[in-house]
């Protein structure tokens, strides 16, 4: 008996069926080609011209091209700290002149800066280096080899300094901020999310701990590690920010309406509550302007409120989605970056939008210091980390009355265009 292996079925179209098929594409394409030839006699066809881009360039103060993308960024006075997975590094914001470089193995976000130390979080645990030198203080690790480092502060009391180290488990160090020898440590529930909030004149370390369905805002004795007070929050809550005696914090609903609350430092009593339009992102938050608390949104809300009744003095809704972090005070500005590398200007006192401008790469870090703005950025080939021209605080792009309308001011920084208009010789120096 012989079998015969199987053979797939053919899938050529049948000789009839494809003579139809070729009639009707036929038919099809004169038919198309007649209308448009009728219609070619009333309509000229005319192509689409591109769109063109109303706005001009904007070159930049200075570029630096660092080895890796960066992932944090602190400025703080006449320094700007950039911190990449395996370095810290110190830059004058004025310029880019790197002052050192030191590196840091498997290092986290998480940052924190005084006047004598930088305080950087790590995967297996935190390193303290000196910062007029960058040389590493100490190290510690982590005991539990599942657990890693997350965020950090520094705190003043009156025995010292002390960084307040938080691991992924919840696990809370106060750490000699010279030594690194312990002086306390305690476990809290939940995950730490956000940064280490110094209250200066109580000796204070605030902390948020995400607990899934809410949040638990704790304060601690930094000194001994004893808690304060602790209070639950709704699942959305931002960073907070300390007010002499009160401490100011958004929180809200997922994806939904929030609010921004005061509390006393020392009782925890509220002191005053205003509705906003939306709720916090874990490491979005408020700064204290003057006599404002401005307060940024996940939504792209912006909203000044008045810092001693918390009566909302203005709202501006941004045209995209706000990137981490706090607004940026500016000269006679408020700068807020979006998840698409914008930067939007608001004029700090009216709420008036100013300019809208179009940066190049991912978002990481925006920071205003002596010397002016640097901005911290990844996914590009140069210029990571730059500094923005001061012109930012004046221009103005066109308004007319819907955010929709802010005709964005293009900020791009070739490598070529640098070269070109510096010189190598001006390139900041690299040791």
């Given at each position: 008996?012989n079998?015969?292996?199987h053979?797939?079925?053919s899938r050529?179209?049948?000789f009839r069926l494809?003579?139809a098929?070729l009639?009707?594409?036929s038919?099809?394409c004169?038919?198309?080609a007649?209308?448009?030839?009728?219609?070619?006699r009333?309509?000229p066809?005319?192509p689409?011209?591109?769109?063109?881009?109303?706005?001009?360039?904007?070159g930049?103060?200075?570029?630096?091209?660092e080895?890796?993308?960066?992932t944090a960024?602190?400025?703080?006075?006449a320094?700007?700290?950039v911190?990449d997975p395996n370095?810290?590094a110190?830059h004058d914001?004025?310029?880019g002149h790197l002052r050192?470089?030191?590196?840091?193995?498997?290092?986290e976000?998480?940052v924190?800066?005084?006047g004598?130390t930088?305080?950087?979080a790590?995967v297996?645990g935190?390193?303290?280096?000196?910062?007029p030198?960058g040389h590493?203080r100490?190290?510690?690790?982590?005991?539990?080899?599942y657990d890693?480092?997350?965020?950090?502060g520094l705190?003043?009391t009156?025995?010292?300094?002390v960084?307040v180290?938080?691991t992924?488990r919840?696990?809370v160090?106060g750490l000699?901020a010279q030594?690194?020898?312990?002086?306390?440590s305690?476990?809290?529930?939940g995950?730490?999310q956000?940064e280490?909030?110094?209250?200066?004149?109580r000796?204070g370390a605030v902390?948020v701990?995400?607990?899934?369905?809410h949040?638990?805002?704790?304060?601690?004795d930094a000194a001994?590690?004893?808690?304060?007070?602790?209070?639950p929050?709704?699942?959305a809550?931002?960073?907070?920010?300390?007010d002499g005696?009160?401490?100011?914090?958004?929180?809200?609903a997922v994806?939904?309406?929030?609010v921004v609350?005061?509390?006393?430092?020392?009782?925890?009593?509220?002191d005053?509550?205003?509705p906003?339009?939306?709720?916090?992102?874990?490491d979005q938050?408020?700064?204290v302007?003057?006599?404002?608390i401005?307060?940024?949104s996940?939504?792209g809300y912006?909203t000044?409120?008045?810092?001693?009744t918390g009566?909302?003095?203005?709202?501006?809704?941004l045209p995209?989605i706000?990137f981490h972090?706090r607004?940026?005070?500016?000269?006679?500005v408020?700068?807020?970056?979006?998840?698409?590398?914008?930067l939007?200007?608001?004029?700090?006192?009216?709420?008036r939008p100013?300019?809208r401008?179009?940066?190049?790469?991912?978002?990481v870090?925006l920071?205003?210091?002596v010397?002016?703005?640097?901005?911290?950025?990844?996914d590009?080939?140069?210029?990571q980390?730059?500094g923005?021209?001061?012109?930012?605080?004046?221009?103005?792009?066109?308004w007319?009355?819907?955010?929709e309308?802010w005709?964005p001011q293009r900020?791009?920084?070739?490598l070529?265009e640098?070269?070109?208009t510096?010189?190598?010789?001006?390139e900041p120096e690299?040791?």
């Amino acid at each position: 008996m012989n079998i015969r292996p199987h053979q797939p079925r053919s899938r050529r179209v049948p000789f009839r069926l494809a003579v139809a098929g070729l009639a009707l594409l036929s038919v099809a394409c004169l038919g198309d080609a007649g209308s448009a030839r009728a219609t070619s006699r009333h309509r000229p066809f005319r192509p689409t011209p591109a769109p063109k881009h109303t706005g001009v360039v904007m070159g930049m103060r200075w570029g630096i091209e660092e080895d890796e993308d960066p992932t944090a960024m602190v400025v703080d006075g006449a320094e700007a700290f950039v911190v990449d997975p395996n370095s810290v590094a110190d830059h004058d914001p004025a310029d880019g002149h790197l002052r050192w470089k030191t590196d840091v193995k498997d290092a986290e976000p998480g940052v924190a800066v005084d006047g004598e130390t930088v305080l950087v979080a790590a995967v297996d645990g935190f390193e303290a280096l000196d910062r007029p030198t960058g040389h590493s203080r100490w190290r510690v690790e982590i005991a539990d080899p599942y657990d890693r480092g997350r965020i950090v502060g520094l705190v003043p009391t009156p025995s010292g300094p002390v960084a307040v180290t938080v691991t992924d488990r919840g696990v809370v160090t106060g750490l000699d901020a010279q030594s690194g020898i312990p002086r306390w440590s305690r476990t809290l529930d939940g995950t730490p999310q956000g940064e280490v909030v110094a209250d200066p004149a109580r000796s204070g370390a605030v902390v948020v701990m995400n607990r899934g369905d809410h949040v638990d805002l704790v304060v601690l004795d930094a000194a001994t590690g004893a808690p304060r007070w602790v209070r639950p929050l709704e699942a959305a809550t931002g960073l907070p920010v300390v007010d002499g005696d009160q401490l100011v914090i958004g929180t809200g609903a997922v994806l939904g309406a929030g609010v921004v609350r005061s509390y006393d430092l020392v009782t925890s009593a509220p002191d005053w509550e205003t509705p906003v339009e939306a709720s916090s992102e874990p490491d979005q938050g408020p700064v204290v302007d003057g006599p404002r608390i401005l307060n940024v949104s996940n939504a792209g809300y912006l909203t000044a409120l008045d810092r001693r009744t918390g009566a909302k003095r203005w709202t501006r809704r941004l045209p995209d989605i706000v990137f981490h972090g706090r607004p940026v005070v500016f000269g006679d500005v408020v700068i807020v970056g979006s998840m698409a590398s914008e930067l939007f200007t608001v004029d700090r006192t009216t709420g008036r939008p100013r300019a809208r401008m179009i940066m190049t790469g991912a978002p990481v870090a925006l920071g205003a210091g002596v010397g002016g703005l640097v901005y911290a950025r990844g996914d590009v080939h140069h210029h990571q980390l730059v500094g923005l021209p001061a012109e930012i605080a004046t221009h103005r792009t066109n308004w007319t009355g819907s955010y929709e309308s802010w005709t964005p001011q293009r900020m791009r920084d070739s490598l070529r265009e640098w070269r070109r208009t510096h010189g190598p010789t001006l390139e900041p120096e690299r040791s």
